[in-house]
């Protein structure tokens, strides 16, 4: 799926969070979306998958105006894994990935045979088919994600967004998480804090300041020393790795930086 976005902008109390953002996802890649803390990522995906409306701009998904679509026909299209989550109830991991099956379904429509076969291999797909009848509450962080991931793919949705998916996940967590969503081939939106990860799996990347986007491009063209201390205030060295072909960056801590 093709998503372009265009001047959103949005305020609370006449403070602008996000400002004149416009930007476009093409079919397939995964785009990171970096900034410091505060600097408006989450209302920017908010304001995409309509948990906040904008005061203005426009989005379009396939060309298609977002705004004119119901909140049900949004949730075909979009998918969302935010940090990890806990229901107040105690659900079964199928509980949870038939929830994806909503978006499909008439009002008081019951569950069919095939939404149980779209939610088993999405479950399959995410490493988890064991644990169907498992106790969502009783499971590993990194595994309520590969759930909630599994739950975005039983929405069968176009558009992943993902909202920091890796806090609180150990180094293998969030490795495993990333390659998952990349194997996915879905048009993928995420808000990542950990530049080195964002370098590695990223096609593109958007870096927000303080609700606006001040740099675009490739991993390479974002991540530079200058930008980074401007924006997040810290030292860095950049290099190419030699396995990865990819950006890896150095945090200078202030006594080696001030040398
Ligand atoms: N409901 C709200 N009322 C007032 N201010 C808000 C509200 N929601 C967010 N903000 C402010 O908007 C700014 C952007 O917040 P946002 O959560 O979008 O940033 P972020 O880049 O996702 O941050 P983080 O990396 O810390 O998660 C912050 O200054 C925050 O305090």
Redesign the pocket.
Known sequence: MNVKVEELSFS??E?K?IEAISLELRDGEFVGLI??????????LKNMYRVLKPEQGEIFLNGQDLFRLTQKETARQIAVVSQESNPAFDFTVMDIVMMGRAPHKRMLETDSARDYEIASLALRRVGMGHAAASSFSTLSGGEKQRVLIARALAQEAEFLILD?PTNHLDIRYQLQMMELVKTLKLTSFA?L?DLNIAACYCDRIYM?EK?RIIASGSPDEVLRPKLLERVYGVKTQIFRHPTTGKPSIVYLPETVASV
């Open positions: 609370i109390h403070k969070l900034g410091p803390n505060g600097s408006g990522k989450s209302t920017l920091e808000a804090h927000l609700g």
